[in-house]
């Protein structure tokens, strides 16, 4: 009585596994002792069946349930200690065999009655929990498909501001042409010419993000690539200037992307001004690589002129404006950047990815 009433308050406390534990004793130890006490001709080992039932309903046959095992091993211990555990003194005498045939009877029709309701009673509650567990996840599918939906707006609204921002900064780089046409000083043409390449950097990089089914990243080394060659185009380089490129497959994010478009942007015009336009009748080379080493990304562009000035400066003394730019924008990106001579200008950059 004392753990049928334990059993209750642990299931009150919802503490559901104790309860049942608590539960299978109580009932095996009850079936145990009634079989000590009536012969095994009045079949109370019966009353197995119920329990049995109950341990299945209340856990998935389909899988290999610990829990489950762990109660059917409980009914094993009972039923082998039945088999092996005789005590005599506890024994119903003198019953007649008219009595145990109604015993047998009564035992079989309370086992089958037990049985019948614990199966109704449990399929019940199992197929009402059934029921709001499919409610719960229709609702779950109806949530999933209004983010979806949510999501694919904002997919669409953002794909649609990087296109308008391309054709914007498009716009821009436009305009700053017919300044260009309409301007006879050469410092100035140079100037608007040098912001339209920086344009060109951060427009290529929203073009390749609205051909980017993600949205929010793109390859880097394609974009190198890209702007690479829109440079010599756009100085008719192609034809007089050999490219080596060595990218690895490296994805970056927007806030990365458009400071790294920028400093690729400042190495190669400042290459293409000073080394290639300076010796347009020279074949000329510019070496590119862009490669993951230790958890860094390191990006290396180097030229075949005559490399920086004996008396070069990065530091603030230095009144150039593309030097200003690769150093400021290299420490957005938290990165490390160096001006080295070897055998022609060679600038490293090196920067985590994240």
């Known amino acids: 009585m004392s753990a049928a009433l334990l059993s209750l308050y642990f299931s009150k406390l919802n503490k559901t596994t104790a309860a049942f534990i ?70 119903i005498q003198n019953l007649t065999a008219d009595q145990i045939t109604r015993l047998w009877h009564l035992n079989l029709i309370i086992s089958a009655f037990i049985t019948g309701a614990i199966s109704l009673l449990l399929t019940r509650i199992i197929s009402n929990q059934n029921k709001e567990i499919i409610i719960q996840n229709n609702d779950l599918i109806l949530a999933k498909e209004a983010i979806n939906g949510s ?95 060595d990218y690895d497959k490296i994805i970056l994010p927007v806030n990365k992307s458009i400071p790294l478009g920028l400093i690729l942007n400042e190495i190669v015009t400042n290459s293409i001004k000073y080394v290639f336009k300076k010796q347009p009748q020279q074949n000329g080379q510019l070496a590119i690589s ?27 003394e230095n009144r150039s404006l593309g030097i200003y730019l690769i150093k400021t924008l290299t420490d957005q990106i938290d990165g490390n950047v160096q001006f080295l001579n070897d055998k022609g200008a060679k600038i490293c950059l090196t920067f985590l990815p994240n």
Not at 206 to 219: A, F, G, R, T, V
């Open 22 to 91: 608590l539960f299978t004793i109580n009932v095996n130890a009850a079936i145990f002792f009634t079989c000590k006490i009536y012969p095994s001709e009045t079949a109370p080992y019966v009353f197995y069946f119920p329990v049995i039932v109950s341990i299945v309903l209340l856990n998935n046959p389909a899988v290999i349930d610990r829990f489950a095992i762990f109660h059917f091993a409980l009914c094993i211990v009972f039923f082998v200690g039945n088999l092996l555990v005789d005590v005599p003194q506890w024994h």
């Open 151 to 245: 999501l694919k707006e904002k997919e669409v609204l953002l794909a649609e501001l990087h296109h308008r921002v391309k054709n914007n900064l498009a716009i821009i780089s436009g305009l700053l042409n017919l300044q260009e046409d309409a301007s006879s000083n050469e410092e100035v043409r140079q100037i608007i010419s040098d912001s339209k390449t920086r344009i060109m950097s951060m427009a290529l990089v929203h073009q390749m993000l609205y051909e980017n089914s993600e949205l929010k990243s793109i390859d880097i080394g394609k974009y190198a690539s890209e702007l690479i060659h829109k440079l010599f185009d756009s100085y008719d380089l192609n034809q007089h200037v050999r490219l080596i490129e």
């Open 290 to 316: 862009i490669k993951h080493v230790n958890q860094l990304i390191t990006i290396t562009v180097h030229d075949s002129g005559k490399g920086f000035p004996e008396d070069f400066s990065h530091g603030p």
